[in-house]
C-alpha cells in the first residue's frame, strides 16, 4: 500500500512539473501574474509529492518489504538499519530518485527564498527547473522504476554490495547530487536570463550563492569519495583518475570558475555571455557525468547496471537540456552587452586567468576521460589513458592556478600594480624558498617535483594570509583597530581567504604523499615490521563474528622505540552473501602523517601479509577540502545575500565593500 | 559575422560530442565486449621479462595449450574486483591465466599480487605498453583467450563478472579443450 502510494506520488510530480515547465513560462510571456506565481505554488508541490515518494522507498527498504524487485536487488535482512536506509541510493533507481528529490528541493528553495526576484525572472527559473524536473520523472518512470512489485516475494534479499556498507559512501552521494542538482538553479538562472535578455549585477548576485552552495556539497561529496577509496580499497591511494570521479570533477572545476567569474560581473558588469556560458556548461557536465555512469558507455567500477534503453533516453535529455541552452545561448548571447573595461593586469584579469586554466584543465580531463571513446567510435586504434597522462597535462595547468591565488586578490579592480602586488609577497617567497630548501634537506634531495609541490602550496599559504593581514593591517595598527577592521570586512572576504587557505593545505598533501613509506611483509604473529622509525608488533589475529559478515582481526601495536604508541585492529572481512572481500584499514593519525596499516591475506606457515604505509600530510588533502567548503559557507553566511538585502543593494554593487 | 559564429560553438562542439555518445550506444557495440579486429587472428608476438625474475613470458611459450591472458595493472581499480574471480579460476577451475602487467612499476605488480594472491601461472612485464598496445588494449583490465595454436578466439574487455565467466568464458574453454 506505501509503495503504491509512493508510485501515485511520483507519476502526480510529473504532472505538477509539467505544469511548473509551462504555465509560470507562459505567463511570464504575458505579463500574467496568477500564471506567474503557479511557479512557487507547483515547486512546493512537486517537493512535498517526491518526499512522500523518497519516504515510501524508504519504508520499504527498512521493513524488508520483498515484495519490491528494488528492495530484493539490493537489501537483506541481516543488514544494518543505517545500510537499509542508505541502500535505497545505492542502486540506479533509488539514486534517480534521490536525484530528482535533491531537484525538487532546489526548486522548492528557489520558491521560498525569492521574494526579491521580478516576478518574471522568478517565473521562468521555475519553469526550466520543471523542465528537467519533466524530463528525469519521465526517465525514472518509464525506465527506472524504483516502486515495481514482485510476487511472490522471495524470502530474502540479495543484499548490497559490501564495499558500499561503509558510513563515508552511504553519506557521499546526497552530498555529491546536492552539489550537481545544485547547480541546476545556476543552470535555470542563466537560462531564464537569455530568454530575458538580460544579465545585470542584481542578477549575478542572485547566481552567487546558488553556485556557492553546490559547489560547497560537491566539494564535501568528492572528498567523502577520495577519503572513502583511501580507507576502504587497502592500499592507500586516494585519487585514480577513474572516468567516474571524473565525472564529478568536472563540474566542480568549471563550477569554481563560474563563481569566480561570476564576482567579475556582480562587482564589474562585465564577462556576462562567458559567465552565462560557464553556468550552462556547469551544469551540463553534471548530466553528462549522469550519462557516462548509467548508460554504460565507459567500463568503470562504478558504474551502474548497463542497460541501452536508459542510454538512449539519457543521452535525449541531454540533446534537450544541454543542445536546448546552448542554441538558445548561439542567438541570444550576443546581444549581452559587456560593461565595464578593464586592463590585463587587474582583479577582473586575474580572474580571467583563474577562468583561463580552470576551464582549460577541465578540457583536459574531459578529454582525458572521453578519448577512448573517441578513437573506439571512429575506429581508431585502441589506446586507454591513465594516471600518467593527467599528471602531465593537467597538473601543470595547476600551478599557474596557484601562483595566481596569492597574487590575484591583491591586484585593484580596473588596473593593478603586479609589481607592488608582488613586493607584498615577499614573505610568501620567502615561505617557498624556506620550505623547499628544508624539504630538501629532510628528505636529502627527495623528488624534486613534490618538493615544488610543497614550496608552491607554501607560497599560496602565506600569500592568501599575507592579503588578510594587509586588509586588517593587522601587527601596523593596534589589534583592537584590527579586530574591529576583521569585523567589518564582508564575510566573503573572510570566506575567499579559507577556501584559498584549504586550497593551499589540500595542495601540500598531495605534493606530499610522494614521500610516503611502505613496507610490506609476511609477519607471523609474534613479529614486528618496522616502518618510518616506527614498529609494529602483531600480537594475534582472531576470528570475528559481525552483523553480516566473517571478519579476521588482527591486533597490533605500534611502538616508537619502547613507547606504546597505540592499538590498532585492521580487518579482513569476508561476505559469505556476495561471497566477497572487504579491506578495513587501521589509520592512526597525528595530523602531521597518518600511519596506515591494512592486512592482507594469511600464508600457509601461519602468517600474514601486511602491507603498513606511513603517509606525510595526506589527511590535509581532506582537512583542506573541508577548509574550502567552510569557506564557501562563511561566504555564504554574508549579509549581503541573506534574505531582503538584495532588493535595497539593487543599485550597481560598485561601492561594495569588498574592493576598497 | 565571426562573432556571431563564436557565439555557435558551444553548441557545435556539443551536437558532436552528443553524436559521439549515439555511436557509442549503437546497439552492437558492447563496452565490456568490444569486438576485437585481432579475433580469430594469431595473437601478436611477445616477449616479456618475467615479473618473479626468472626466464620469460612469451607467445610462443604458449602455445601447444588453450589458455586466458589477462592484461591488469596495480594502478588499476576495476582489477580488484575482477581480482577474486580470477583467483576462482586459477585454483578451483584450473584454468591456466596468464597476467600482463600493463604500463606498472614491476615492484608495484608484484606487491599487488603479494598481497591479494597471484591467480597467474606467469606473469610477463610490459612496462611500456606496447604489448597491450599490440593487443589494442582499451583499458586494464582486458581478457583474452587464446588456443592452441595461438589464435585468438575472445576478448573481454573491463572487468570479469560471474556472469560472463560462467556463461561465456567457461564454456568457451570447453569447446576449445575438447576440439
Known amino acids: ?660 | 559575422m565571426m562573432r556571431r559564429a563564436l557565439f555557435l560553438l558551444p553548441v557545435a562542439l556539443f551536437l558532436a560530442l552528443a553524436g559521439y555518445f549515439a555511436l557509442a550506444l549503437r546497439p552492437d557495440r558492447d563496452p565490456q565486449a568490444l569486438p576485437s579486429a585481432l579475433i580469430d587472428k594469431p595473437a601478436p608476438a611477445f616477449t616479456l621479462a618475467s615479473l618473479d625474475g626468472g626466464g620469460n613470458l612469451s607467445s610462443d611459450g604458449l602455445k601447444g595449450q588453450v589458455v586466458v591472458v589477462n592484461f591488469f595493472a596495480s594502478w588499476c581499480v576495476p582489477c580488484r574486483i575482477e581480482h577474486p574471480l580470477l583467483m576462482r579460476l586459477a585454483t578451483q577451475e584450473r584454468v591456466p591465466i596468464y597476467g600482463i602487467a600493463y604500463k606498472d612499476k614491476p615492484e608495484d605488480s608484484r606487491r599487488i599480487l603479494a598481497q591479494l594472491g597471484d591467480p597467474y601461472r606467469g606473469t610477463g612485464v610490459d612496462r611500456d605498453g606496447g604489448t597491450g598496445f599490440d593487443f589494442g588494449v582499451y583499458g586494464v583490465p582486458e581478457t583474452y583467450v587464446i588456443d592452441r595454436s595461438g589464435h585468438i578466439r575472445q576478448r573481454f574487455v573491463g572487468p570479469l563478472t560471474a556472469e560472463v565467466v560462467e556463461k561465456e568464458l567457461l564454456p568457451l574453454l570447453k569447446q576449445l579443450n575438447r576440439s
Open chain 1, 1 to 660: 500500500m506505501i509503495v503504491e502510494i509512493g508510485h501515485f506520488a511520483l507519476i502526480l510530480a510529473l504532472v505538477v512539473a509539467i505544469v511548473q515547465a509551462a504555465l509560470p513560462l507562459a505567463g511570464a510571456a504575458r505579463g500574467n501574474v496568477a500564471w506567474m506565481e503557479v511557479g512557487r505554488s507547483t515547486a512546493l508541490a512537486q517537493f512535498l509529492l517526491m518526499a512522500i515518494a523518497m519516504a515510501a522507498l524508504m519504508h520499504a527498504y527498512v521493513t524488508s518489504d520483498f515484495t519490491v524487485v528494488n528492495v530484493i536487488e539490493n537489501s537483506h535482512t541481516d543488514k544494518p538499519l543505517l545500510y537499509k536506509i542508505t541502500g535505497v541510493w545505492g542502486n540506479h533507481e533509488g539514486s534517480m530518485l534521490l536525484w530528482v528529490f535533491i531537484l525538487s528541493l532546489c526548486g522548492a528553495a528557489v520558491a521560498l527564498f525569492s521574494n526579491n526576484l521580478p516576478p518574471a525572472l522568478r517565473a521562468r527559473v521555475l519553469a526550466v527547473q520543471g523542465m528537467i524536473g519533466t524530463g528525469f520523472l519521465l526517465f525514472i518512470l518509464l525506465t527506472s522504476n524504483p516502486f515495481l512489485r514482485e510476487l511472490p516475494p522471495p524470502l530474502n534479499g540479495r543484499g548490497l554490495n559490501p564495499v558500499l556498507q561503509d558510513p563515508g559512501l552511504a553519506f557521499h552521494p546526497p552530498f555529491l547530487y546536492l552539489g550537481y542538482v545544485g547547480f541546476s538553479v545556476s543552470f535555470c538562472f542563466a537560462v531564464a536570463a537569455l530568454i530575458e535578455g538580460r544579465v545585470d549585477s542584481a542578477w549575478a548576485r542572485w547566481v552567487r550563492p546558488w553556485t556557492l552552495a553546490s559547489w560547497c556539497a560537491l566539494t564535501i561529496g568528492i572528498a567523502m569519495g577520495s577519503w572513502w577509496a583511501y580507507y576502504t580499497l587497502g592500499w592507500g591511494g586516494w585519487w585514480f583518475w577513474d572516468p567516474v570521479e571524473n565525472a564529478s570533477f568536472l563540474p566542480w572545476l568549471v563550477g569554481t570558475a563560474l563563481i569566480h567569474s561570476a564576482i567579475v560581473v556582480e562587482k564589474r558588469d562585465t564577462l556576462k555571455s562567458w559567465t552565462v556560458l560557464l553556468a550552462i556548461i556547469t551544469f551540463s557536465l553534471s548530466l553528462v557525468g549522469t550519462f557516462l555512469v548509467r548508460s554504460g558507455v565507459l567500463t568503470s567500477v562504478h558504474a551502474f547496471a548497463v542497460d541501452p534503453a536508459r542510454g538512449s533516453f539519457i543521452l535525449l535529455l541531454l540533446l534537450v537540456a544541454i543542445g536546448g541552452s546552448l542554441a538558445l545561448y548561439a542567438v541570444r548571447a550576443p546581444a549581452l552587452k559587456g560593461g565595464g573595461l578593464f586592463a590585463p593586469v587587474s582583479r577582473e584579469g586575474a580572474l580571467v586567468l583563474n577562468n583561463l586554466l580552470l576551464s582549460t584543465g577541465a578540457a583536459t580531463v574531459f578529454l582525458g576521460t572521453l578519448y577512448p571513446l573517441f578513437l573506439d567510435a571512429v575506429g581508431g586504434p585502441k589506446l586507454s589513458v591513465g594516471p600518467p597522462f593527467y599528471n602531465k597535462t593537467f597538473v601543470p595547468l595547476m600551478v599557474p592556478v596557484l601562483v595566481a591565488v596569492a597574487a590575484g586578490p591583491l591586484l585593484a579592480w580596473k588596473r593593478g600594480d603586479l609589481l607592488g602586488a608582488l613586493q607584498r609577497l615577499w614573505a610568501a617567497f620567502a615561505a617557498a624558498v624556506v620550505v623547499v630548501l628544508g624539504a630538501l634537506y629532510v628528505t636529502s634531495g627527495g623528488p624534486v617535483l613534490a618538493v615544488l609541490g610543497l614550496g608552491l602550496a607554501a607560497w599560496t599559504f602565506v600569500g592568501v594570509l599575507a592579503e588578510w593581514t594587509e586588509r586588517l593591517k593587522l601587527f601596523r595598527i593596534p589589534a583592537r583597530d584590527s579586530w574591529r577592521r576583521a569585523r567589518n570586512l564582508p564575510r566573503s572576504a573572510h570566506g575567499m581567504t579559507l577556501a584559498h587557505l584549504g586550497l593551499a593545505i589540500s595542495v601540500a598533501g598531495i605534493a606530499a604523499s610522494a614521500f610516503e613509506v611502505e613496507h610490506i611483509d609476511i609477519v607471523a604473529p609474534g613479529g614486528d615490521l618496522p616502518l618510518a622509525g616506527y614498529t609494529l608488533h602483531l600480537d594475534k589475529v582472531e576470528k570475528l563474528q559481525g552483523a553480516n559478515y566473517v571478519a579476521d582481526d588482527a591486533t597490533i601495536t605500534v611502538k616508537r622505540g619502547d613507547a606504546v604508541i597505540a592499538v590498532v585492529h585492521p580487518q579482513r572481512r569476508f561476505f559469505p552473501l556476495q561471497q566477497q572481500t572487504t579491506s578495513e584499514t587501521a589509520i592512526r593519525t597525528n595530523f602531521l602523517a597518518d600511519l596506515y596499516i591494512a592486512l592482507g591475506e594469511p600464508d600457509q606457515a601461519g602468517g600474514w601479509t601486511i602491507r603498513a604505509y606511513w603517509k606525510p600530510l595526506v589527511p590535509w588533502i581532506w582537512i583542506g577540502a573541508v577548509f574550502m567548503a567552510f569557506g564557501g559557507v562563511v561566504s555564504l553566511s554574508d549579509r549581503r545575500w541573506r534574505v531582503g538585502v538584495a532588493s535595497r543593494l539593487r543599485a550597481p554593487a560598485a561601492q561594495a565593500a569588498a574592493g576598497d
